[in-house]
């Protein structure tokens, strides 16, 4: 997608007092570059390029659009040159020469700058933290994309961090550069901590780390563990009382069977067994 042109244009003296042009475009935008060609001569030759290598331009004695760049495209009456899908590439120093047909051996040689910037998306926050009792840390990442030029991740926090990586990718089909950091904050004096980061101009949200999900002695794990050890206490205490009711209905029906068949030694043992459990 084309961004609106955007040029800002001065005119500066280089120690030679040859007139420089400063432009400024934005990455996937366009820019137009001006050759003051004079009207009222005739003119033989304009040539736009880049160091060397020949960007657009005109002659008139054969056809130069054949090698012109793809994305430009020249407009020899308004005398200018215009330049869309910028690429990083595309930035540095270029030049008109111009020469009239009444002054072979004259040329003028026009110098102008191109830099091509792209603003980094706005960073965001990942952040991943080890709520362990005894090593209670949090690594915290930040992460930007699709600037140029390339730029570093600057970490805004009241207390101290460790960075503990750095990267920096380039797209491969717009060269701007995607970044991102990893610092490390120590969470075990239990104080939270708001940061955010920055890359260049353009400011992340706001983020508090060293927060716990649980309170000290009430995380998952101990909930569990109080949990199942009820449990276990409560199974053993239901097995133990079922086992003593059915050991009770055992001694009562042989007391019984012992009074039917007048065995009353053993009836007065069972009897006073019954009161054991």
Known sequence: MLLSLLVLATWL???????????????????????????QKTLKMLYF?????FVNGYYAKKDASKTAWRNTRLDLNKSTVH???????????????????????????????????ANYSKPTLTVHCSDAINNFSC???CASHGGYPRKEVTWHVPQSLTVVNNSTTRDPDTTTFNIS???YVNCSDGQQTSLRCS??????????????????????SVTIAAICAAGVGFCIMVALLWRCCCYKKGQRKAAAECE?????????RLHANQGAC
């Open 199 to 220: 890359v260049g101009n353009v400011s992340s949200d706001i983020f508090t780390v060293c927060k716990r999900k649980h309170p000290l002695g009430h995380s998952p």
């Open 49 to 53: 390029q880049k160091g060397i290598d």
């Open 260 to 268: 039917e068949n007048g065995c009353e030694e053993e009836v007065i």
């Open 83 to 117: 330049m869309s899908n910028l690429k990083p590439s595309h930035g540095g120093d270029y030049k008109c020469i111009i020469m009239y047909s009444d002054e072979s051996s004259i040329e003028l040689d026009v110098q102008l700058r191109l830099t091509v910037t």
């Open 139 to 141: 690594l915290v990442q």
């Open 13 to 39: 003296t280089d120690v030679t007092g040859a007139a420089l042009i400063e432009l400024t475009g934005k990455v996937g935008g366009e820019v137009t570059f001006h050759c003051p060609v004079d009207k």
């Open 181 to 183: 950091s990893t610092a």
